[in-house]
């Protein structure tokens, strides 16, 4: 019985793990296996594309579900590259999931909307304003680094290495709270703007702390959102 029972479990978990297309057309293959076991990933997908609009999601190729060098070496568990989403296999759950995809969506939003998104400097100007802040707390606090160092917009490891090592995320959520939508949001304007992108179609619920935190990003995302009804 407990045989059977084991074998029927592996089947339903292999079936979950076959290659498939996705109602919008985006092919999802399993490079690696999910350790999860619990975690459907079709479901997951079709939870993704249920959030967000098609017109956002229509230049997502591929989602390759699997194991990659740069995780280890980047400390992430996703990224966006070349019309590919590269997810980890390893996911704490469906949620967390959904999570990094719609969080690398918002990657492949900005390349497809570049201009639209930063072509006025509202969201960089909002983002440096927002920095120049986090450097006076932190300062305040015994962190005296030079204001210059929270100058940079694009990603910067030192600076990466500075929040997370230094500073420490635990603290960091302290000092960004009312500032930065999470502890993440300071590392870059592009991840300014997707940690706001992802926090907007995974919270709908709490646009109203959206708009209040980052009300620059809040505007660009409601424009491209509903963009191809316009």
């Not at 990224?79 to 969506?105: C, G, K, P, R």
């Not at 960089?124 to 917009?153: C, M, N, V, Y």
């Amino acid at each position: 019985m407990l045989k059977s029972y084991l074998k029927q479990k592996q089947t339903q978990l292999m079936e979950q793990q076959t290659d498939f297309y996705t109602p919008g057309g985006i092919h999802v293959y399993f490079k690696d296996k999910i350790e999860n076991k619990d975690i459907d990933v079709e479901k997951v997908i079709s939870d993704v594309e249920s959030r967000i609009p098609t017109h956002l999601i229509s230049d997502v190729e591929m989602i390759v579900v699997g194991w990659f060098k740069e995780f280890e070496e980047r400390q992430i568990n996703a990224f966006y590259q070349d019309a590919i989403l590269h997810v980890s296999n390893v996911q704490d759950d469906e949620s967390d999931m959904v999570d990094d995809i719609v969080h690398e969506i918002s990657h492949c939003v900005e390349e497809n909307y570049n201009y639209e998104i930063y072509g006025d400097y509202a969201i960089r100007k909002e983002f440096l304003q927002k920095r120049k802040r986090l450097h006076d707390e932190l300062w305040s606090i015994g962190h005296k680094t030079p204001l210059s160092f929270f100058a940079a917009i694009e990603y910067d490891k030192e600076f990466d290495d500075f929040l997370l090592n230094t500073v420490g995320y635990d603290k960091l959520n302290v000092v960004c709270s009312g500032l930065f939508i999470n502890a993440y949001a300071p590392t870059s304007l592009r991840e300014y703007f997707a940690t706001s992108f992802t926090e907007f179609y995974m919270n709908p619920d709490l646009h109203n702390s959206l708009k209040m935190v980052s009300p620059a990003v809040f505007e660009k995302i409601i424009l491209l959102n509903d963009v191809d009804s316009s």
